[in-house]
């Protein structure tokens, strides 16, 4: 394992509150320092502010929606050993399915054109892996065996 999966952060929710209540200490000093002094009221230059840059919210909705959604096994000084394994039993269970592990599989078809490309027609290595846009052209060798097998066994 390169990395472990252990990672140490502040709790999540703990740091947003520090963050919303440095900027809610800002707008409230612009407020009182800059706005209420021309009679202005808050809600109102909130209000226009909203009117004026609906995109604002709407920005904020999306980013909120667009979120990923990770799983993390909060651990104190009270978690054991066992109800750390069985939350981690219980997340793996509820995962729809794992990733395959490795390079994605071939493709059949890309296999078969690529050894009839060669076996049949005559073209080089390099003439299909510029067809394919494969950069390495000895990958074609591995395509054009997969190939061939699949056309044996038809």
């Known amino acids: 394992m390169a990395a472990g999966p252990v990672k140490v952060m502040h709790d999540p929710y703990e740091e947003r509150g520090v963050a919303e209540r440095a900027w809610s200490s800002i707008f409230e000093a612009v407020f009182e320092l800059y706005l209420e002094p021309e009679g202005l009221a808050r809600d109102d230059v909130l209000q226009k502010i909203h009117e004026a840059r ?3 919210r709407e920005t904020r909705d999306q980013e909120w929606h667009d979120l990923r959604l990770r799983t ?8 054991s050993w066992e109800d750390m394994k069985a939350a981690f039993k219980m997340i793996d269970d509820a995962r729809a399915g794992r ?3 490795g390079r994605p599989k071939r493709d059949r078809l ?16 390099e003439q299909i ?23 044996q066994e038809g």
């Not at 890309?110 to 290595?125: F, M, P, S």
């Not at 067809?131 to 390495?136: G, I, K, L, N």
């Open 72 to 79: 993390y096994i909060e651990v104190d000084e009270y978690t």
């Open 54 to 56: 609906p995109e604002i």
């Open 110 to 125: 890309r296999c078969v054109q690529c050894a009839v490309l060669l076996d049949q027609n005559g073209w080089t290595y």
């Open 129 to 151: 892996a510029q067809r394919y846009t494969w950069s390495d052209y000895t990958l074609v060798s591995k395509y054009v065996a997969d190939g061939r097998k699949i056309l």
């Open 99 to 101: 990733p395959e592990r």
